[in-house]
């Protein structure tokens, strides 16, 4: 089972980092702004989205909205199903929810549909890595997971089920429907599938924010002392 980018930040529990408040927020901003881009490149390469983008292409086609305001949506439906699941949201999460759409809206304006094939291969793949880079910056802010991460995990917790059970199923589920839609189900969603995990197993470590040599160092408080 390979782990997609928003699914790999279960696998890097909220590690607490103290001091760098302000490298984290930038790494944030900057990660899920790159993240809505990602996915605009990998719109425009046009031979198979990701399985939830899938589902946002087709609700899109039946709606007349935006992409990104449909993956805005989308979020907060996601979110609204963690309540039941108990699961609680940083502001991370919150914030994933409302800003890579507007981004991935931004990508969508900016870059030319309807390219030739080489180009638009060349535009997956940098989209690709894209949104491998980015799960790593806003994943490695310790800021909380994306909204899909916090269904997927909560729901593990309340069933019992293995995490690799849940999300087959649930990327199953979406993908299916939104093919039903007339999402673009394509080579690039088994590549997606297949690639996106191991990218993101590197760039997750690579881009989290470690605590200061000084507060690493710093002893614990002892609340009985005094």
């Known amino acids: 089972m390979q782990l997609d980018c928003r699914v790999a930040s279960s696998t890097h529990p909220l590690t607490p980092v103290t001091g760098r408040l302000p490298l984290r927020i930038s790494q944030l901003l900057v990660g899920l702004f790159l993240y809505g ?9 046009e031979i198979g989205a990701a399985p939830w983008d899938v589902l946002t292409q087709g609700i899109v086609k039946h709606t007349g909205l935006s992409f990104g ?9 996601v979110l609204l199903i963690w309540i039941p699941l108990r699961q609680r949201p940083g502001i991370g999460t919150v914030l994933n929810a409302l800003l890579v759409g507007p981004s991935a809206d931004i990508g969508l304006a900016l870059i030319p549909a309807g390219l030739d094939l080489w180009a638009r291969v060349l535009l997956f793949v940098a989209g690709l890595l894209v949104l491998a880079v980015a799960t790593g910056l806003y994943i490695g802010a310790h ?9 997927m995990t909560g729901l593990n917790a309340r069933t019992g089920w293995a995490i690799w059970t849940v999300r087959t199923g649930l990327e199953l589920s979406v993908v299916t429907l939104g093919w039903i839609l007339g999402g673009n189900v394509g080579l690039g969603t088994a590549a997606f599938a297949v690639l996106i995990g191991p990218l993101c197993q590197w760039t997750i470590p690579f881009f989290a924010v470690k605590p200061r040599a000084a507060d690493a160092a710093a002893p614990a408080l002892d609340p009985a002392a005094g």
């Open 69 to 77: 305001l449909i993956t805005v949506l989308i979020s907060a439906v």
């Open 143 to 151: 800021f909380g997971p994306g909204p899909r991460d916090g269904l």
């Open 37 to 45: 881009i990602g996915m605009a490149l990998i719109m425009r390469g």
